[in-house]
Each structure stands twice: as C-alpha cells, then as structure tokens.
C-alpha cells in the first residue's frame, strides 16, 4: 500500500564509507527524485530521473551517484561519506511536470560519525 | 538561481487564522506550490498555484500573484494538529518537475 518506500530508515556509519539507499514507489509515475533535508530543515533537490533518464543534476559532488533501474526504483549511492552528508534523504516522485505536486517517502536519516 | 523568503515562526491559538507569507525570485517560474512537514514526518503536498488567483482546499488556501512575486498559504480553524513546518516551493518551467524549497515556517497552536 505504501507509495514511495525507502530503505534504510535510519543509517550511522563512519566517515570514507560507502553506503546506498534505495527508494521504489508504486505509483506509475515517470519522474522521480531526491531531497537532501539538512539539520536546518533546508530541502534541497538533489536528482531528478523522467523513465530512468536523468534530468537534474544540482551540482551534487560526484561521490554521490543515483541509479535508476527501472522508472518505479531510484536508489541513491554515496562514496567516501564525509560527516557533511549526515542529514535526512527523502524520495520522491510525481506523475507529470507542471502539477507542483510530488509524493514522498518517510526519508533516511543518515549520520555520519 | 532563486531565493525564496518566508517567515522563519508563526504562533496562533486554535480556532483561529493564520497566513505565511513567501515571496520568492527566481528564473524561469512555473508556478508555487506548499508542503506541511510534521516533526520527524515526510512533506506532503498541500497545493499549488500557477495563475493568479486563490485555490480553496478546504480549510487551507493558497494565492498567487505572480505580477508581484508573491504568494501566501492561508490556514483556517486551525486545529493542534496543524502544529509543522510548512514550506514553499517554486517550480521551474523548463526542466521536469523542478522544486526548490524555502526554508520553512514553523506553525505552533496553542490550545
């Protein structure tokens, strides 16, 4: 039932590890995206993928590295974490440009130690 | 780029009215949209607004003018539960799906 999934939930880790989080949504839509939320509550697009193509990429460091199988899963990759990175990641997804309206998941909060 | 600007709180009581503000400039708008984030939750998508005007959804409304690069989320008969952050976010046209986020509005209601 639920919409967009992501996993881990939560993730602590040390610093120069890699880690992955997935995300898949149930919906049907075409495009979808990450969030990073920092401690300030900032949200800050990351990535867009339309049909498993990528659309946006917001100068995100190339330590961070999304892969998209097919258009219902995006699952984001992170080298050499840095403690800088610790923050919520969210997914998210949305049917069609031009709505303002997209669906997200419950997010992954990542700490960096 | 694009800046957007709203108030960092705002306090009210149940039962009553509350507006947040966002003014934003950007390049290439498509349109603004709000989110509601609870403590700890996800945002989830309130409205949005591409042409001048006020959209009605409930006891939220959003408005646009887009003359003025302005728009504003109004809350009635708020209830406890409408205690989050909410946020504004403008759209850009040309790229798919495009959302770039103010900082927030923290609600509290207070009984």
């Known amino acids: 039932d639920t919409a967009v999934s992501q996993t881990p939930k939560y993730l602590v880790t040390q610093m120069g590890n890699d880690k992955s989080i997935k995300c898949e949504q149930n919906l049907g839509h075409d495009t979808m995206y990450w969030y990073k939320q920092d401690s300030k509550k900032f949200l800050k697009i990351m990535f867009s993928?339309?049909?498993?193509?990528?659309?946006i990429n917001e100068t995100v460091p190339n330590r961070f590295s999304p892969k998209s199988p097919d258009k219902a899963h995006l699952n984001l990759h992170i080298n050499s974490l840095e403690l800088g990175d610790s923050a919520v990641y969210f997914c998210a997804s949305s049917l069609e440009r031009g709505t303002g309206e997209q669906f997200f998941g419950p997010g992954t909060r990542l700490t960096v130690l | 780029g694009q800046s957007l600007e709203q108030p960092s709180e705002v306090t009210a009581v149940e039962g009553a009215i509350v507006q947040i503000n966002c003014t934003y400039q950007?390049?290439?708008?498509?349109?603004l949209s709000w989110y509601q984030q609870h403590d700890g939750g996800a945002p989830t998508f309130l409205s949005y607004?591409?042409?001048?005007g006020l959209e009605e959804t409930g006891r939220f409304s959003s408005f646009l003018s887009r003359s003025d690069s302005y728009g504003y989320l109004l809350l009635q008969e708020l209830q406890m539960k409408d205690s989050a952050s909410y946020f504004c976010a403008v759209g850009k046209g040309s790229t798919l799906g495009r959302l770039y986020f103010g900082r927030g509005t923290q609600l509290t209601v207070w009984p």
């Open positions: 950007t390049s290439g708008f498509y349109g």
């Open positions: 607004n591409a042409l001048d």
């Open positions: 993928y339309n049909n498993k193509e990528l659309i």
